[in-house]
């Protein structure tokens, strides 16, 4: 069965900092993953996805992330922190089926 | 752009009210989902549709019935509501793609309170 871990519910980072959100799955197929953000009060907005292409994906809003396979990892990256990258990310996984998966998600803090 | 919409944001209802959730998407799409979602849970799927009048269950329909009549229109029923039922709901849809690679798209969600 496919899973999602996503490491830390709360992640508090300076502005202008380094900003790293921590994925790992779980899978018996080489599956497919997602990260989304939501912003308060608001749906699921796709940041960006591997489906096995180039294992570096980049994204919006200068987010990227790395798919490494040997650690089951896929965490989502982005050099330098702003204000309004404050809202909850969740991590996702999918094989070929119609299902996705999704970790419980992490609150990013951005201080000024 | 996708846009799927849901028909209201906020929901106030009593125990044992019926209550009907509405999501609509405007890009023909052949899937669409229910989701809940809760702090710490993330999302859960409640039920999937892959075409018109078709429909599956997903990890926890349990309390809740769903129907599509129409392809772009999706609908999730709370027969009897009950207290632990209140949730944010959140729609989705997506395209069939081969393989697998299908992108959800996501409405803005309708924050149910059951009292």
């Known amino acids: 069965a496919q899973s999602v871990t996503q490491l830390g519910s709360h992640v508090s980072v300076s502005e202008g900092a380094l900003v790293l959100l921590r994925c790992n799955y779980s899978?018996?197929?080489?599956?497919?993953l997602f990260w989304y953000v939501q912003y308060p009060n608001q749906g699921l907005q796709l940041l960006l996805k591997y489906t096995s292409a180039a294992t570096l994906v980049k994204g919006i809003n200068g987010f990227e992330a790395e798919f490494k396979k040997s650690e089951t990892s896929f965490h989502l990256t982005k050099p330098s922190a702003h204000m309004s990258d404050a809202a909850e990310y969740f991590c996702?996984?999918?094989?070929?089926?119609?299902?996705?998966?999704f970790g419980s998600g992490t609150r990013l803090l951005v201080r000024p | 752009d996708v846009k799927v919409t849901q028909s209201s944001r906020y929901l106030v209802k009593r125990t044992g009210e019926k209550v009907f959730l509405e999501c609509v998407q405007d890009?023909?799409?052949?899937?669409m989902f229910w989701y809940r979602q809760d702090p710490g849970l993330g999302l859960r799927l409640i039920y999937f549709s892959y075409d018109v009048k078709m429909k599956e269950k997903g990890d926890i329909p349990e309390g809740y019935s769903v129907s599509r009549e129409k392809k772009e229109r999706f609908s999730l029923i709370l027969e009897s509501a009950s207290t632990n039922q209140t949730s944010m709901y959140l729609c989705a849809s997506s395209t069939y793609r081969q393989g697998g690679t299908d992108t959800q798209y996501f409405g803005p969600g309708t924050r149910l309170t059951v009292l």
């Open positions: 890009m023909d799409h052949e899937n």
């Open positions: 996702a996984v999918k094989d070929s089926s119609y299902k996705l998966i």
């Open positions: 899978s018996s197929v080489p599956p497919y």
